[in-house]
């Protein structure tokens, strides 16, 4: 099965400030037949369920603000939040959906206002 | 609009058997792969189970494979989840998810509000 690890568990950023997260994947989940990274980031708030910011590694979903962005290839993936607002504190997940489940999840990133 | 309502949850004791259901609207039921994912308390996401639109095909994560079984009903538009020999360990919320796809390998466009599980005696 693909572990997932992400760096740091938590974050303080200043309101307008940058916030990068990252991911790591124990195997590639670059698929070369369509050169797409297997590779989602997760928004969950309190109380809410998670919500889909960023699939194919890097394409952002339908409303998701164009602050959230998310770039790497194959093991190692980032997801940046450019200017941090109030709203986007939560914790983030990296999720890998290559091939066949199981489709792990990272163990998420807390990002609060410092 | 697309839809996920969750239920069945409940406090069970350890040992005990739990079902959850998860009635779906607003797309296509035997379009789209289903899953459960959980998340225990203090502690992250957990992918659960999947089964495929038809029904035909499953998967289980290695901590609840041999007691948890999915399963489908089109006819109902519902997913389930049979939770048998219960232990503490799997208290959490329990959230059902779909990609927009009947592929497997695509990311959860889609997810319910979630039911708790809470397992002790």
């Known amino acids: 099965d693909i572990v997932m690890t992400q760096s740091p568990d938590s974050l303080a950023v200043s309101l307008g400030e940058r916030a990068t997260i990252n991911c790591k994947s124990s195997?590639?989940?670059?698929?070369?037949?369509?050169?797409?990274?297997?590779l989602a980031w997760y928004q969950q708030k309190p109380g809410q369920p998670p919500k889909l910011l960023i699939y194919?590694?890097?394409s952002r979903e339908s409303g998701v603000p164009d602050r959230f962005s998310g770039s790497g290839s194959g093991t190692d993936f980032t997801l940046t939040i450019s200017s941090l607002q109030a709203e986007d504190v939560a914790v983030y997940y990296c999720?890998?959906?290559?091939?066949?489940?199981?489709?792990?999840f990272g163990p998420g990133t807390k990002v609060d206002i410092k | 609009e697309v839809q996920l309502l969750e239920s069945g949850g409940g406090l069970v004791q350890p040992g005990g058997s739990l079902r959850l259901s998860c009635a779906a609207s607003?797309?296509?039921?035997?379009?789209?792969?289903m899953s459960w994912v959980r998340r225990a308390p203090g502690k992250g996401l957990e992918w659960v189970s999947t089964?495929?639109?038809?029904?035909?095909?499953?998967f289980y994560a290695d901590s609840v494979k041999g007691r948890f079984t999915i399963s489908r009903d089109s006819s109902k538009n519902t997913l389930y989840l049979q939770m048998n020999s219960l232990r503490a360990d799997d208290t959490a919320v329990y959230y059902c998810?779909?990609?927009?796809?009947?592929?497997?390998?695509?990311?959860?466009?889609?997810w319910g509000q979630g039911t708790l599980v809470t397992v002790s005696s």
């Open positions: 089964i495929s639109g038809s029904g035909a095909s499953t």
């Open positions: 195997q590639s989940v670059l698929y070369s037949s369509n050169n797409k990274n297997y």
């Open positions: 194919w590694a890097s």
């Open positions: 607003g797309f296509t039921f035997t379009s789209y792969a």
């Open positions: 999720q890998q959906y290559y091939g066949t489940p199981p489709h792990t």
């Open positions: 998810a779909s990609p927009k796809s009947e592929s497997y390998s695509r990311p959860f466009d889609y």
